[in-house]
């Protein structure tokens, strides 16, 4: 309340007006009955607080009175102080205050009495800004130049040392402050309208706006105004509403300067709340390697990935490194063009070209929608940026339209201006530049090529041609079947089913495209009373189907084809098929699981049926049940050749009448082929590889179906990537090499003879000197991960970066390793949180290995994993391809951090207290903060996720480093960790990771050097719990 009005006119308190208020009981008489020599009895100890004051205010005037000298009056006041109680408690301050203003002008001895309080540090400075900011009667100009004289005695070294509640107590004095000075700059403001007051008034008007700016200059004092802005939202209130006034009474000041010095201070105080925003500097270099290794890593081996998850691991990287929107875009393009370029010819190809020309374009639409803290120009300008310094790199341009035999970029530009990426004008713009730069081009184009239709053409056509499809399969066929079979007999023809994979796997709709060929394939299994043509058509329908699913899992994975088990609906015959029957890399069959062995009277049958020298009949046939018995046909068959019983030309025939109708069967056959020749020694691998060979090569007959030609293409390519391994195996190959040309491209990567540690680190250093991770070091990469494993392979990286001494090529390692790791960031990033950083941490012997600049890079690294991890795997965004690959136990971490389900662990009474469990702070008066705070207002964590227990223990880890008093480079590396995590954080708000420091831990940072600073202390702290605003406010008032 305010004390202006009300005490100006009153007069002194004396003993009898005490005894008729409150009884006599404890009273001291005072006036000219008795005068004595000092302050015993003024206070008493009564049950109501007022009391207290009007005692307090009586022995201020007793010592007004006897004219006391400050230091006398201290003395004395101190004497007969309550035990136990203490200046604030008794609302000094502001008593000696309401006493001093009670006249038209302040009474100099009074104020005498508080300035040595105030040096004596009897009172707080939070309880003299709160007593000043009560007073409000503006128009008393020398009582508000002594309070504005008050405050300039401390307020250049505000702080507090005590404890935390204090500290919260600081921060709310300032925000009264600040208010308080704020509507003093309005009154003035509103009294410079009347000119006759016009000197006196303006510097009173400067005199506050200079404390104001002096107060609010500090990033400290800022701080905790932003501490108490979140701890009292309604007191941030009236900072606005005195902004607004303030900021309508702006004009009434006519000194230019002066009015320009309140239109800053209003900014600098409406700044306040955006003190955390990132300021984003101008990068120092341009390319960005991280993003370009991303992007090849996610258009050589993601392409069925979902949109989303790469737009927010894309966005990720791009605040993770501050890039500016212009850069990231032209990186996004110089990666695909580059892939481009490079992939292999064939499916490789295609997969590149959908990639660039229907995924990129999309990812950048939802990029332009992803939601941005400071927008500084509109994205489609940004993307016109890109395409602007793309123009620039014309010999990169020039490559991609030689090997696309197009345009590219024009193909590129009307694709972006479909999807409003760019403007009519910017794209007619860019075009005719490219246009003009294109006929200063090499020509190399032959009149074969010239004849060859582009592939980005053609995948662009294909993207509608994938709905049309999916339409037409979904239609009902089971009337007149012939209809779907047309259709299918064109998508085998040439590059068709490539092309249009390829588009649907860029669009996501290749799932929804398997699944329709899964119940096409199922669709053959419902015979009812049929003739020859319908049995044709069956067969075929089954066939194409069957070969279509296998190419498709071959080409992008079995995760396509896979859908979630449903305990109402039969699990279908070539997903059960896949399963247990189909060889793919890292998957061993067992050739005598039960699945290969069927009712042995199916077998003998099917057997006779081969071995005979009719044709084979298609009526009535069950081609599910044939495919099944196939495998142990073929034993038979091998086990009567190996014991001399069958001839060659049998076992050719035999092969012969299994590929002369229908492919699957073959696929079928040589399925489990490869599996028993993995379990044969080489030199009894003979007879079986030939039969592998006998099958693969093509009929020559007239007595095939229709689209046999088509139908035995797809066969080979699904056979030669079966037989690939087994092959390579005894040196043997399936079909002669072609120069060029790879059979299957991204195999046999790995150097013969060489160990693999060695082959890491040679291809590491030749990433290195290169600047960029192109799709053959990716293939390699994931070789090697898969061979060595998880740790193997992060332990030997980390390595390598930590040899670097040169702090720009430790950076550029930084972010080439990131984008490696992202091969399988969740287990890596388990991996190098969890065993390696500890150890380099814990044992001094490797503490010289942490220093700069490898130690900052290892700690940049680190945070750019944890930080990426934690965002995938708190949204369950991992992809396809990284599921696939859960090889970590998850009680390797579970053991790093025992929990007990019967007495939560310290940590976790750390992270979630409430009000029944205490958290054991910094100092034994703190230990009661946490018991105001109730469960809904901390965060509900996990523990027994892998990677937050990680975290969780790492953290620890750090806080007991840093609480072991034993500085060093394993010190330094905190101290980069911790920036990293600041530096990464979101904008406005607390670090995902850093929900995981322990509170103690803050008291320890704020004593490194480099992270003592009110911006950092804000950034690593959880602001919206009472708790982490009391510890910040406890670390910041300290500094």
Excluded at 412 to 433: M, V
Excluded at 715 to 730: G, N, R
Excluded at 980 to 1005: A, H, Y
Aim: glycine share 4%; charged share 20%.
């Amino acid at each position: 309340m305010s004390y202006t009005a009300a005490n100006r006119h009153s007069r002194p308190i004396r003993g009898r007006d005490l005894t008729d208020q409150y009884g006599s009981v404890g009273v001291l008489r005072i006036g000219n009955e008795q005068k004595p020599d000092s302050f015993t009895g003024i206070f008493c100890v009564y049950k109501t607080g007022r009391m207290k004051v009007v005692n307090l205010k009586q022995a201020i005037l007793q010592a007004w009175k006897e004219r006391w000298s400050d230091y006398q009056w201290a003395i004395n006041i101190k004497k007969n102080c309550p035990k136990g109680a203490t200046w604030d408690y008794l609302n000094l301050a502001e008593a000696l205050l309401e006493q001093a203003m009670i006249g038209p002008s302040p009474n100099p001895l009074i104020l005498s009495y508080l300035k040595y309080a105030i040096s004596s540090q009897m009172v707080s400075y939070s309880s003299v800004l709160t007593a000043i900011s009560k007073f409000d009667d503006f128009s008393r100009e020398l009582c508000i130049k002594s309070l504005l004289e008050i405050m300039d005695m401390f307020s250049n070294r505000l702080s507090c040392h005590g404890k935390a509640e204090e500290c919260i107590g600081l921060c709310r004095a300032m925000l009264c402050t600040v208010v308080w000075l704020l509507q003093g700059c309005a009154w003035y403001c509103e009294r410079l309208r009347e000119s006759s007051a016009l000197p006196a008034v303006e510097n009173s008007l400067r005199a506050c706006l200079e404390r104001m700016t002096n107060l609010l200059h500090s990033t400290k004092n800022r701080a905790l105004v932003h501490i108490a802005r979140l701890e009292e939202q309604a007191s941030w209130t009236n900072v606005e509403q005195a902004l607004l006034k303030l900021s309508e009474n702006l004009n009434a000041v006519t000194n230019e300067t002066l009015r320009e010095n309140l239109e800053e201070c209003v900014s600098l105080v409406k700044s306040i709340p955006q003190m955390l925003c990132l300021q984003c500097d101008p990068p120092v270099h341009t390319s960005f390697p991280s993003v370009h290794a991303f992007i090849m890593l996610e258009g050589t081996m993601n392409l069925t990935g979902e949109t989303q998850p790469l737009v927010e691991q894309l966005m990720m990287i791009k605040r993770m490194q501050r890039i500016p929107a212009p850069l990231f875009v032209l990186e996004i393009w110089k990666a695909c063009f580059t892939g481009l370029i490079e992939s292999p010819e064939g499916n490789e190809e295609l997969k590149w070209t959908a990639f660039t020309f229907l995924k990129i374009p999309q990812v950048l639409l939802r990029l332009k929608k992803y939601p941005q803290g400071e927008k500084t120009q509109d994205f489609t300008e940004d993307v016109n940026v890109a395409f602007e310094n793309l123009l620039n790199l014309t010999p990169l341009l020039d490559k991609a339209d030689q090997r696309c035999n197009c345009d590219c970029l024009s193909l590129l530009l009307q694709e972006c201006n479909k999807l409003g990426l760019l403007s009519e004008a910017n794209t007619a713009n860019l075009t005719e530049k490219r246009s003009e730069d294109r006929e200063h081009a090499p020509r190399l184009r032959t009149t074969e090529s010239a004849a060859i239709q582009p592939n980005p053409g053609l995948i662009l056509r294909a993207e509608p041609t994938v709905t049309n499809i999916l339409k037409t399969v979904d239609a009902d066929h089971s009337k007149s079947p012939e209809g779907l079979l047309g259709v299918l007999g064109h998508m085998l023809s040439g590059k068709s089913l490539d092309l249009l994979l390829a588009a649907a796997a860029a669009t996501g709709k290749l799932k929804s495209f398997a699944r329709k060929f899964i119940k096409l394939n199922e669709f053959p299994k419902h015979i009812s009373g049929e003739g020859s043509k319908s049995a044709s058509v069956r067969a075929l329908l089954f066939d194409i189907s069957f070969l279509m699913l296998c190419h498709v899992v071959q080409t992008y994975g079995s995760e396509v084809i896979l859908s979630d088990p449903s305990p109402s609906s039969e699990t279908p015959f070539f997903e059960t098929w896949l399963q247990t029957c189909m060889p793919e890399e890292g998957k061993t069959l067992n050739p005598d699981h039960p699945c290969f062995r069927p009712e042995s009277g199916k077998v003998e049958s099917l057997v006779a049926l081969l071995n005979s020298s009719s044709e084979m009949k298609l009526v009535q046939m069950k081609w599910h049940e044939i495919c099944l018995s196939t495998p142990a046909a073929i034993l038979e068959v091998l086990n009567a050749w190996e014991n001399g019983v069958l001839s060659v030309e049998a076992v050719q025939k035999i092969t012969d009448n299994i590929k002369g109708k229908v492919c699957s069967m073959a696929i079928c056959a040589v399925a489990w082929l490869v599996a028993h020749v993995r379990m044969l020694g080489l030199d009894e691998r003979e007879k079986p590889q030939t039969m592998i060979r006998q099958l693969m090569t093509p009929m020559s007959g007239e007595n095939t179906l229709q689209f046999y030609h088509e139908r035995v293409v797809i066969m080979s390519s699904i056979l030669e990537h079966m037989c690939a391994d087994v092959f390579q195996q005894t040196g043997l190959s399936l079909r002669p090499a072609v120069e060029g040309q790879e059979i299957i491209p991204y195999r046999n990567l790995l150097p013969a003879r060489q160990p693999i540690r060695q082959a890491l680190q040679t291809q590491f250093r030749e990433v290195l000197e290169k600047g960029w991770v192109d799709s053959h070091a990716f293939h390699l990469f994931e070789n090697l991960l898969h061979m060595g494993g998880v740790f193997w392979f992060t332990n030997n990286l980390v390595k390598e970066l930590l040899k670097e001494t040169r702090k720009e090529w430790a950076s550029r390692v930084v972010e080439l390793l990131y984008s490696i790791f992202c091969l399988d960031t969740q287990q890596i990033t388990l991996t190098l949180l969890g065993h390696i950083l500890p150890r380099l941490l814990t044992d001094p012997a490797h503490w010289h290995s942490l220093v700069d600049p490898p130690g900052r890079a290892l700690a940049k690294l680190s945070v750019w994993c944890a930080l990426s991890s934690y965002s995938s795997h708190h949204k369950g965004q991992a992809s396809a391809r990284q599921r696939k690959r859960q090889r970590e136990d998850i009680e390797d971490y579970s053991s790093l951090f025992p929990l007990d389900d019967t007495q939560p662990s310290k940590l976790m009474r750390l992270l979630s207290s409430n009000e029944d469990e205490t958290v054991m702070l910094s100092s034994p008066g703190d230990r009661s903060m946490s018991s105001s705070l109730s469960a809904s207002q901390l965060h509900t964590v996990n523990m027994r996720d892998p990677l937050n227990r990680v975290l969780a223990n790492l953290f620890l880890l750090i806080s007991s480093l840093l609480g072991s008093k034993t500085a060093g480079p394993h010190t330094q590396f905190v101290q980069s960790f911790i920036e990293e995590c600041v530096e990464c954080s979101e904008q406005g708000s607390r670090g995902s990771i850093l929900q995981f420091m322990p509170f103690t831990m803050i008291s320890e940072l704020v004593k490194l050097q480099a992270l003592a600073k009110p911006k950092t202390v804000l950034s690593i702290t959880d602001l919206s719990l009472p708790l982490g605003r009391r510890m910040a406010a406890k670390a910041i008032a300290t500094l």
